[in-house]
């Protein structure tokens, strides 16, 4: 099932043809430039790691995070019902569907306005597990959705050779700001960006 459901991506570093594509390099998850969609990276203020990479557009994002996995999968089937469990248990309300990467959860959970919509897909790859949490427009079936969906299919996770006990997150930094050996770099609000034609990236600390 983990195959047919990434026939057509995320893919593991293995799995890809290295061309000219620009892609974001994070560490464990590289990001190829959509137009239309921002990369946001909220920042573990005492490691200084990247803790969760969000892909938004106007209206909707995406939520990704990529962990350690078992050879043989299944981590999915396991995440979902703890899922469940907890969104019932905050109050919200939470069925199971079958989406574009299989079996997936459309929940209702609570916020400081009430319930919101969001969508959790969870993805079985090699020896990695990633789970994508969809939020606004996208968090049901539309334009947007699908315009996320195919951000999702483009990452690239490198999940290295170590052994890593399962659940862990991989290890994600931020790339190093691009400098000229001619100029200074400019200080201003968004100094860290990616190769030309790469997407921009967000600091959220």
Not at 140 to 160: K, N
Not at 173 to 199: F, K, N, T
Request: glycine share 10%; hydrophobic share 40%.
């Amino acid at each position: 099932m983990s195959a047919e459901v990434r026939a057509a991506g995320p893919w593991d570093e293995s799995e890809i043809v290295w061309d000219d594509t620009e892609r974001l390099d994070l560490g464990g998850l590289l990001i190829a430039a959509i137009p239309g969609v921002d990369v946001q990276v909220q920042v573990d203020e005492s490691t200084g790691a990247v803790a969760l990479v969000t892909l938004a557009t106007e209206d909707s994002g995406v939520q990704i995070q990529v962990f350690a996995a078992p050879r043989s999968g299944g981590l999915w089937d396991d995440a979902r019902q703890q899922i469940a469990s907890s969104v019932n248990q905050a109050g919200g309300l939470v069925e199971e569907a079958n989406g574009p990467f299989g079996p997936e959860l459309r929940a209702q959970v609570p916020g400081e306005q009430g319930l919101q919509p969001a969508r959790f897909v969870g993805i079985d790859g090699p020896r990695w597990f990633m789970r994508a949490v969809f939020l606004g427009a996208a968090s049901r079936p539309s334009d947007a959705a699908t315009l996320l969906e195919d951000a999702v299919r483009q990452l690239v996770v490198v999940r290295g050779g170590e052994a890593m006990p399962v659940g862990n997150p991989l290890a994600l930094h931020l790339p190093e700001a691009p400098a000229s050996a001619d100029e200074p770099v400019e200080p201003g609000p968004d100094p860290l960006r990616p190769p030309e034609r790469g997407p921009e990236i967000t600091e959220i600390r």
